[in-house]
Nanobody
Framework: QVQLVESGGGLVQAGGSLRLSCAASGRTLSSVRMAWFRQAPGKERRFVTSISRSGGMTYYADSVKGRFTISRDNTKNTVYLQMNSLKPEDTAVYYC???????????????WGQGTQVTVSS
């Protein structure tokens, strides 16, 4: 079992930055692949980015490529999402996920956090 807790969400103006954190417990983080998904109001949850167990490989959705950066610190059992140049369309609840597959589908991940709200004002 892996428990995930996200933090760092909030309200920011367009063009601003936020850094989300996802703290894991119950299992060594280095044994699982990690990802961030987001769900905007009235829309399905969508893949944002993922990172391999060592952090050596990352994958991004086209909509965030060049603006968002995923990283992990296995010694702290924490994954981060640095979000720069934020746009109003980035407004969503952001979820951290953990699993054994390095994929972009919800089914690739077994464990989910409760989500943190990110709101970008224009």
């Amino acid at each position: 079992q892996v428990q995930l807790v996200e933090s760092g969400g909030g309200l920011v103006q367009a063009g601003g930055s936020l850094r989300l954190s996802c703290a894991a417990s119950g299992r060594t983080l280095s044994s699982v692949r990690m990802a961030w998904f987001r769900q905007a109001p009235g829309k399905e949850r969508r893949f944002v980015t993922s990172i391999s167990r060592s952090g050596g490989m990352t994958y991004y959705a086209d909509s965030v490529k060049g603006r968002f950066t995923i990283s992990r610190d296995n010694t702290k059992n924490t994954v981060y999402l640095q979000m720069n140049s934020l746009k109003p369309e980035d407004t969503a609840v952001y979820y951290c996920a953990a699993g054994q597959n390095f994929g972009s589908f919800e089914r690739d991940y077994d464990y989910w956090g409760q989500g943190t709200q990110v709101t970008v004002s224009s």
